[in-house]
């Protein structure tokens, strides 16, 4: 398993690194607010492939996620879109609701 890999479609962009000593996983992440849902969730495949591929080596590791993903509709405490408002990016919040999700992730820092 490659410790650290990055992503880069000329709008993400993705650096991520394994640390095996403290079986923790981080990842930065930036989408663009014009960024478009297929390459946003080629993004997060690729990020849920090597999330996949370190559980084949060893217990799942602790993970965390930083960035701006520039989705401001999502309710952080709810994990949904906020009521009402105008969620300009539906599908790009799917696919972020659904990864975190998926991983068992929760948003720490709601500000």
């Given at each position: 398993?490659?410790?650290?890999?990055?992503?880069?479609?000329?709008?993400?962009?993705?650096?991520?690194?394994?640390?095996?000593?403290?079986?923790?996983?981080?990842?930065?992440?930036?989408?663009?607010?014009?960024?478009?849902?297929?390459?946003?969730?080629?993004?997060?495949?690729?990020?849920?492939?090597?999330?996949?591929?370190?559980?084949?080596?060893?217990?799942?590791?602790?993970?965390?996620?930083?960035?701006?993903?520039?989705?401001?509709?999502?309710?952080?405490?709810?994990?949904?879109?906020?009521p009402g408002s105008t969620c300009t990016n539906p599908e790009s919040t799917a696919h972020l609701l659904d990864f975190m999700d998926r991983?068992?992730?929760?948003?720490?820092?709601?500000?």
């Amino acid at each position: 398993y490659s410790e650290d890999f990055s992503f880069d479609d000329g709008t993400n962009n993705l650096l991520s690194c394994f640390i095996p000593s403290q079986n923790t996983f981080i990842a930065v992440v930036y989408r663009p607010p014009n960024s478009s849902a297929s390459s946003f969730k080629s993004l997060l495949d690729l990020l849920q492939s090597k999330l996949e591929e370190l559980t084949k080596y060893s217990r799942s590791p602790d993970i965390y996620i930083l960035g701006d993903f520039n989705l401001p509709s999502i309710d952080w405490g709810l994990c949904r879109v906020n009521p009402g408002s105008t969620c300009t990016n539906p599908e790009s919040t799917a696919h972020l609701l659904d990864f975190m999700d998926r991983n068992f992730l929760t948003q720490v820092v709601n500000k």
